[in-house]
Each structure stands twice: as C-alpha cells, then as structure tokens.
C-alpha cells in the first residue's frame, strides 16, 4: 500500500509553479481590462492544477512502461512506479481518478460562465479542454508519446503559454483580442526553458532508453545556445508588451528584476555539467511563477 507521502511525492509539487502561473498571468491581464471573476480564478487555478498532477503521473508510469527511468543514469527525484512505491495498477487506478477531477472541474468552470458565451465558444472550450487531458496522457505513455520524439518542447509551450494565459483571459472577459497574445508566449517560452533544462540533465539517460527529445537532437552545446535564445526571446516578449499596453510608466517595468535573475541562471546553466543542472530547474519555475505575479501587479498599478 502506497504511503500520503509517496503519492505527494509522485505529484511533483515543484512543477505546480508554472501550472498556477498561467492562471496568475491570464487573470492579471484580464483584471487590465477591467475583467476579473474571483469563481472563475479559483476553478481555473483547481483546474490547471490538477491537470499538472494528471501529466506528472502520467508520465511517472509511461516512463517506467517505456524503461526510461531504469538505466541508473537518471538525474534528479526518485520516480514513484519505478522505486517500487506505487504499483502501475495504483498508478493506472490514480490516472483514472485524475481524469474525472480535471473533467469535472473543467466543465464547472465553462458552465460557471456558460452564459456569458456563444455556443461555438462554449464548444471551443470543452474541446481545449479534451486536447489538454489527451496532451497530460500521451506526453510519455502509448505507442506515438510525443514527448519520446522532440515534440515536448512545443506542447509545453502551446499549453503552458498561449492555451493556460489566452484561456484564462478569454474565461474572465468573454472574449480574445491581442493582448494577451506576448505574454503568453513569454511564458511559453519560460515552460520550454524548464523542460529544456529538464531534457539537459537526462540527456545521457535518454539516449540510452531511446527517448529522443530536443535536446538530445541538438546535443549539450547547441542546447545550451537554445535556451539562451528561449530566454531572450522570453524577455522580448514581456518588454514588448510593456512597450505597447502598459499604463503606468512608473511601474511598468519593475518585472525586469525577474530578469536578471533569470540571467543568472543562464551563465549558471553555461558552467554547469548536464548532470549538475537540476537545481536550476525549481529555480527556474519558480522565476516564472514570480514573474507571471509581480508582471500582473505592474500592469494594474
């Protein structure tokens, strides 16, 4: 029997950062329009909460199914199906269990508003949310998982950036216009970065077990050049925003001190073994959590 602690364990805390910073950044933008629902906030931080325990158990039992984890060459914590703490029958039961809470929740949060949208929209809505539980599944598990084949960086992108921060917005305001546009994709592009680094530090185990991510494709050195192009093309994104819609030209750019923070963790990423580069990984979430935050206080004040 499973120990509370090992399913904490198992739902990987530390990757709640980005899931709640969608939801931070999305409701701020909306709050600049004057749009802003306390119900829809909270749903919508339940929802992409549980989605991100979805994906990390999920991908828990596809790697271990795959072997992924079982080469001993594996960085940073202990995967729960593969330690031998949770059985993949606990695992599967905890998958199906998680699924009927993000479904659950989701169609509260779209119904919560349900009036306030056209058909179509309401349509578009549940679809996303269908496309986000199939994306949580199959990031590791089944036969064509995208995430064994490079195709991680991008989904990681597409759904913690334009889907998390546009959806958000679009459920406070009830509808889509530019703005929201460069952030999300700002904070696309810090989710990349995270798995970047996460795909760095497994890289010599993921060429043993036959994953191909990005950054095995790229190699050490070329990923390294990447993520610095991730991480300025992050800071354009947010800069440009400010530039265009920001209000108050007092505080509109007291975010960038998220910058050079983040800075920082590029020249360490530089120096540091792929072995050595796990550390930056909480780091770097959670600077993307305090940026989603302190950029969305800037832009209301």
């Not at 039992?61 to 059985?87: E, F, H, M």
């Not at 929201?180 to 696309?188: E, R």
């Not at 959670?286 to 004040?301: E, K, R």
Request: aromatic fraction near 12%.
């Amino acid at each position: 029997m499973a120990k509370l602690e090992d399913w904490i364990s198992a739902f990987r805390l530390r990757t709640l950062f980005l899931a709640v910073a969608g939801v931070t950044l999305g409701t701020g933008l909306a709050l600049h329009e004057g749009k802003f629902s306390v119900t829809t906030l909270v749903l919508a931080l339940v929802l992409a909460v549980s989605i991100q325990i979805l994906s990390n158990l999920a991908n828990d039992l596809g790697d271990y199914l795959k072997g992924t984890d079982i080469t001993g060459n594996r960085q940073g914590p202990a995967r729960a199906v593969q330690s031998g703490k949770i059985s993949p029958g606990q695992m599967k039961t905890a998958i199906g269990i998680a699924i009927v809470i993000v479904a659950t929740i989701g169609l509260i949060l779209v119904l919560n508003a349900a009036e306030s949208y056209t058909q179509l929209s309401i349509f578009i809505l549940l679809g996303i949310g269908l496309v986000c539980i199939l994306s949580a599944l199959f990031y590791t598990i089944g036969r064509y998982a995208y995430g064994y084949v490079g195709w991680g960086d991008f989904f990681a992108f597409l759904f913690f950036g334009p889907v998390a921060v546009i959806g958000t917005y679009f459920l406070h305001a009830g509808s889509l216009d530019f703005q929201p546009v460069l952030p999300s994709v700002g904070l696309g592009l810090i989710s990349t970065m995270i798995l970047n680094i996460n795909n760095m530090r497994d890289i010599e185990n993921d060429r043993a077990s036959g994953k191909i991510t990005f950054a095995l494709r790229l190699g050490i050195k070329n990923a390294k050049i990447y993520h610095t192009l991730l991480t300025f093309g992050m800071f354009a994104c947010f800069l440009q925003y400010s530039f265009m819609f920001a209000a108050s030209p007092r505080y509109r750019f007291l975010y960038v001190v998220v910058f050079f923070y983040q800075l920082y963790i590029l020249t360490q990423i530089h120096k540091k073994t792929a072995r050595e580069l796990d550390p930056y990984l909480k780091l770097t979430s959670m600077s993307g959590f305090l940026l989603a935050v302190i950029f969305s206080i800037c832009i209301n004040i």
